[in-house]
């Protein structure tokens, strides 16, 4: 079984389904964990869950509270960073000729430009302990490209071209950043998804049904463990087949 004991990790976008089933994954591997996202009430929830979990209400999309908010939770943690999370995202859908400016921006300027901006101030953390991890989660559809979704998958294909880059520019310090790219997973945003359209949607996926939150929970505690040390700039896929890179 790997272990994350004394590993400081910070997860964003904590209180969804898949930032939930991180929690637990890497909780279950006796890490300490900073869990941070908008719901406090969802927040309080896991905190009651599990052991020793810290907890930070944050909104991403605050650029300019960033750098203080990782100075924050890493002093939560004890003074040190080794592994940043970055599953926080939104979604903000419309065909490309309707889109406002105001959607595109919204969008590209959480996924991708506040990705960054966690990235790099938690890089500079990591650069004092001479290692760290970061994972980024992406979507298949930054892959493949998906209808009344051209933001979003322009942000999600630009978080895979950042972590290359950061890969390159930090391998030598030991500072691996990979990504995550899950299909189509049971969440409550899946749920919403008309039956009709989940029949096709799964129709494609060779796997033939979505997959669980635990599947992308587990592609993180490996990429988070000293397992993945050899792993660095690459996109693990975890959609059932649905797309191979």
Not at 76 to 85: H, R, T, W, Y
Not at 148 to 164: C, E, F, L, P
Not at 205 to 212: D, K, T, V
């Amino acid at each position: 079984m790997i272990n994350l004991k004394n590993k400081n990790i910070i997860i964003t976008g904590a209180s969804g389904g898949i930032g939930s089933s991180i929690v637990k994954r890497l909780n279950e591997c006796e890490a300490n964990i900073l869990a941070t996202g908008t719901k406090i009430e969802k927040l309080n929830e896991l905190k009651s869950k599990f052991k020793n979990l810290k907890i930070l209400k944050f909104d991403i999309s605050e650029s300019n509270k960033i750098e203080e908010f990782i100075e924050t939770a890493t002093k939560e943690l004890g003074g040190n960073l080794d592994c940043l999370v970055n599953n926080a995202g939104v979604t903000q859908d419309n065909l490309a000729i309707r889109m406002s400016l105001d959607e595109w921006k919204k969008v590209v300027d959480i996924n991708l430009t506040s990705t960054f901006l966690l990235s790099k101030f938690a890089i500079k953390k990591m650069l004092k302990n001479k290692s760290g991890k970061i994972i980024n989660i992406t979507s298949v559809v930054g892959h493949t490209g998906n209808l009344g979704q051209s933001n979003y998958t322009a942000s999600k294909a630009g978080i895979v071209a950042m972590s290359k880059s950061l890969a390159l520019e930090y391998a030598k310090k030991n500072i691996n950043v990979n990504c995550i790219s899950p299909g189509y997973i049971k969440t409550t945003m899946t749920e919403k998804i008309d039956d009709k359209f989940k029949e096709v949607i799964v129709s494609k996926i060779p796997s033939a049904r979505l997959g669980e939150p635990e599947d992308i929970a587990n592609a993180v505690l490996f990429l988070a463990s000293n397992q993945s040390d050899y792993i660095n700039g690459e996109t693990l896929h975890v959609n059932g087949g649905m797309y191979m890179a």
